[in-house]
């Protein structure tokens, strides 16, 4: 297993306001991303569909969508508030939740079919949660750990163009308010993190594209819910409010529309690796 200096895992997302717009704005991965996950999962016969564990789950988007395909799902998470939102909303019989670090699950060693971090594995400690995910999966049982750059795109008409150089100008300005914890970049995390992993079967990928319809201020919304720009919202909450609305109506005004539930279509670059635990370990 990748072995790292040991770090704090950090703690965010925690008040009930940032909760409610996490729920409200958050994506989640597509179906087909989704797909990509089990077709690897399955593709050993020996492998089980009887408990899926998402770790850093947030308020459940992902988790709900493993519920099709396993007995039972649960959704682990250390924010009580985040917890909370998922409980609050999940209208499915096999899917719960547990408040737990990803670094101490709450379950018995060769217990989980499928362990999947879905954006959370960069605020974890790294290694410690590697160790962990180890030791709850089933042999043969299969880690995934997913993410996607912030730098979403947009596209509207012939002006998207127009429409991602104001995107990139926002991203800009939160960048000064990028947690150090992530460092420059937490793709290279995840890969380093990939090729460092002593499983003999694994699957990287760069580049998988999800893209779906939402309207300006779901768009709006997501970026809000970035920990960059609510670490700005709290140093300077009227710089924040001042940069997002200006943001939103640069995006109006190039659109040559007036409402912000003007539905543009949203593209998001995930990234991601999968990995089988070996029989023998």
Known sequence: MLVQQSKMAVR???DKEHA???WKYRISPSEELIDKVLQFHRSNTNSANDLAVDVGCGSGQGTLLLAPHYTCVIGTDISPAQLEMGRKHVNMPNVSYRE???EELPFEDGSVD???AMSAFHWFDHS????EAHRVLKPHGCLAVLNYIMDMELNYGDCS?????ICYEFYAGLQPFRNPYLRSSSFELYKKTYDSLQYPVKEWQDIFWVRKPVPL???IGMVESFSSFQALLKKDQEEARRLSQDTEHRLLHAMGVTSSETEVIMGVKYF???ARKPAND
């Open 114 to 116: 499928l362990v999947t």
């Open 20 to 22: 409610d717009t996490y």
């Open 100 to 102: 737990s670090p990803a």
């Open 217 to 219: 201020s779901g768009y």
């Open 12 to 14: 965010l997302f925690e």
């Open 272 to 274: 991601y690796f999968l």
């Open 161 to 165: 163009e127009t429409l991602n150089h």
């Open 128 to 131: 410690r949660f590697l160790q």
